[in-house]
């Protein structure tokens, strides 16, 4: 009997010097969104599951862009797995930068085909899957609801133009009592206010490039959408609007302080959310305006999880990713944050499920929006590109950068709109013409 107890003992010992020899840690870089945050949370799950343990590196948005993108490129192997979006994944899985997921396929309980199938495509490349959702999302119009009914303006139940938007700002603009008529991005960078403006110059019947890729930032189609930003934002948004951008202009529409705010899909959860919000139930949505025309008006973006190619530790890093964007993990939000607070736009098993469209009605609402926007036809004139509030192309992210400092400088009075736009369209074509783009 002793002997058997001693076997046991050994045995346990083993056992567990073996979980921990195969025990790893992972390094994570993260925006700071709150559906990231909730993740955190929920990780040491994972951790007491597997016996790994993650080294989270929260940053800023602008800045993880900055880190990741410097890592990569370079193979410095800081990260096992990387948060990256619709713009990043095709061009760096293509790059060879990206360890490919095409094994979740073989996967019957992780089942990739229930991810919507724009979603996977916006994370792919050459047939490969690079990286895998957490949530996905266009942009509409957030509005106070009881901020409307005290001003007496209707909400719209159709796209409206941005020139009644501005009407309709103007109206429920009260700052003596702390309320904006609207908070849009202000913060300069490809992912920040340019996200807001892409979209806002499509409307206009701009476009970034021509057929020919030639720049087109200086087109009276630009200067009119950048034009009515900058007076729009400097009428009607809140002070220091140029340091703004989505995580800024949501906590200031959670605490009451907008009346509109046109952006993300995926922040409804949170606005919409009693544990986070002050203005849970008074809040509603329309579509983002028009003008010109309506395509493009709409982004559409997706924040996913993808593993560096230069990770040594792949399996570890494979697993956290089917665990986090798995079904299961989107109902653990469910049980322990709300339904409310499930990330949405990534897969048709949760936008069915009777317990978040009792929690968030509008989460079909957001679905069809999402799955309404065309990448491929984001513009009133024909372009050589997909994308809609970016060019999938690897010089965007430098060109949309400068172009967004430019047009940050104008909003706070340093340059004129003319002068911001004569300064981008002279970026672009230097680094257009650098690529080989043009001659």
Same mark, same amino acid.
């Given at each position: 009997?002793?002997?058997?107890?001693?076997?046991?003992?050994?045995?346990?010992?083993?056992?567990?010097?073996?979980?921990?020899?195969?025990?790893?840690?992972?390094?994570?870089?993260?925006?700071?969104?709150?559906?990231?945050?909730?993740?955190?949370?929920?990780?040491?799950?994972?951790?007491?599951?597997?016996?790994?343990?993650?080294?989270?590196?929260?940053?800023? &948005?602008?800045?993880?862009?900055?880190?990741t993108t410097q890592d990569i490129a370079t193979k410095g192997g800081s990260f096992d797995i990387i948060f990256i979006g619709a713009y =990043?994944?095709?061009?760096?899985?293509?790059?060879?930068?990206?360890?490919?997921?095409?094994?979740?396929?073989?996967?019957?309980?992780?089942?990739?085909?229930?991810?919507?199938?724009?979603?996977?495509?916006?994370?792919?490349?050459?047939?490969?899957?690079?990286?895998?959702?957490?949530?996905?999302?266009?942009?509409?119009?957030?509005?106070?609801?009881?901020?409307?009914?005290?001003?007496?303006?209707?909400?719209?139940? =159709?796209?409206?133009?941005?020139? &009644?938007?501005?009407?309709?700002?103007?109206?429920?603009?009260?700052?003596?009592?702390?309320?904006?008529?609207?908070?849009?991005?202000?913060?300069?960078?490809?992912? %920040?206010?340019?996200?807001?403006?892409?979209?806002?110059?499509?409307?206009?019947?701009?476009?970034?490039?021509?057929?020919?890729?030639?720049?087109?930032?200086?087109?009276?189609?630009?200067?009119?959408?950048?034009?009515?930003?900058?007076? *729009?934002?400097?009428?009607?948004?809140?002070?220091?609007?140029?340091?703004?951008?989505?995580?800024?202009?949501?906590?200031?529409?959670?605490?009451?302080?907008?009346?509109?705010?046109?952006?993300?899909?995926?922040?409804?959860?949170?606005?919409?959310?009693?544990?986070?919000?002050?203005?849970?139930?008074?809040?509603?949505?329309?579509?983002?305006?028009?003008?010109?025309?309506?395509?493009?008006?709409?982004?559409?973006?997706?924040?996913? *999880?993808?593993?560096?190619?230069?990770?040594?530790?792949?399996?570890?890093?494979?697993?956290?990713?089917?665990?986090?964007?798995?079904?299961?993990?989107? %109902?653990?939000?469910?049980?322990? %944050?709300?339904?409310?607070?499930?990330?949405?736009?990534?897969?048709?098993?949760?936008?069915?499920?009777?317990?978040?469209?009792?929690?968030?009605?509008?989460?079909?609402?957001?679905?069809?929006?999402?799955?309404?926007?065309?990448?491929?036809?984001?513009? *009133?004139?024909?372009?050589?590109?997909?994308?809609?509030?970016?060019?999938?192309?690897? =010089?965007?992210?430098?060109?949309?950068?400068?172009?967004?400092?430019?047009?940050?400088?104008? *909003?706070?009075?340093?340059?004129?709109? %003319?002068?911001?736009?004569?300064?981008?369209?002279?970026?672009?074509?230097?680094?257009?013409?650098?690529?080989?783009?043009?001659?």
């Amino acid at each position: 009997m002793k002997l058997k107890r001693k076997l046991i003992a050994a045995t346990a010992v083993a056992s567990l010097l073996s979980v921990g020899a195969q025990a790893d840690e992972i390094t994570v870089a993260t925006v700071n969104n709150a559906d990231m945050i909730v993740m955190q949370k929920l990780a040491p799950q994972w951790e007491k599951a597997t016996g790994n343990t993650i080294n989270w590196v929260v940053l800023e &948005e602008n800045v993880l862009r900055q880190r990741t993108t410097q890592d990569i490129a370079t193979k410095g192997g800081s990260f096992d797995i990387i948060f990256i979006g619709a713009y =990043e994944a095709p061009i760096w899985g293509a790059n060879g930068w990206l360890t490919s997921l095409n094994d979740f396929g073989d996967d019957a309980e992780y089942d990739v085909n229930d991810i919507f199938q724009l979603v996977r495509n916006g994370l792919s490349a050459k047939d490969n899957l690079y990286a895998v959702p957490l949530y996905s999302e266009t942009s509409f119009t957030f509005y106070r609801t009881d901020v409307f009914k005290a001003a007496g303006v209707e909400a719209p139940t =159709e796209q409206i133009t941005y020139t &009644e938007f501005r009407d309709i700002v103007s109206k429920v603009h009260d700052p003596d009592n702390g309320v904006y008529g609207t908070c849009q991005r202000g913060k300069a960078g490809w992912g %920040e206010n340019m996200a807001f403006i892409g979209p806002l110059a499509n409307a206009f019947g701009a476009r970034w490039f021509d057929m020919n890729w030639n720049p087109q930032l200086d087109s009276p189609e630009w200067n009119a959408a950048v034009t009515y930003y900058v007076d *729009l934002m400097n009428k009607y948004g809140p002070p220091g609007a140029s340091a703004n951008g989505h995580n800024e202009n949501r906590a200031l529409f959670k605490d009451g302080k907008c009346a509109t705010w046109v952006d993300a899909t995926s922040a409804a959860n949170d606005v919409r959310n009693p544990k986070t919000s002050t203005v849970a139930d008074k809040t509603d949505f329309f579509k983002a305006p028009k003008q010109a025309t309506a395509k493009g008006t709409g982004w559409f973006w997706s924040w996913a *999880l993808a593993i560096p190619a230069t990770s040594k530790k792949v399996d570890a890093a494979k697993d956290f990713l089917k665990w986090g964007t798995s079904k299961k993990y989107f %109902e653990m939000v469910g049980e322990t %944050e709300g339904w409310v607070a499930v990330p949405s736009g990534t897969r048709q098993s949760v936008h069915e499920d009777p317990r978040l469209l009792e929690a968030a009605p509008f989460a079909a609402t957001i679905k069809d929006a999402i799955l309404s926007v065309d990448p491929a036809d984001p513009s *009133l004139l024909p372009v050589p590109y997909t994308g809609v509030q970016f060019v999938a192309i690897p =010089e965007f992210q430098g060109i949309g950068n400068y172009v967004g400092q430019q047009i940050s400088a104008a *909003l706070v009075g340093q340059q004129s709109v %003319e002068t911001a736009l004569a300064n981008s369209q002279k970026f672009a074509v230097r680094e257009m013409t650098k690529a080989g783009y043009i001659k």
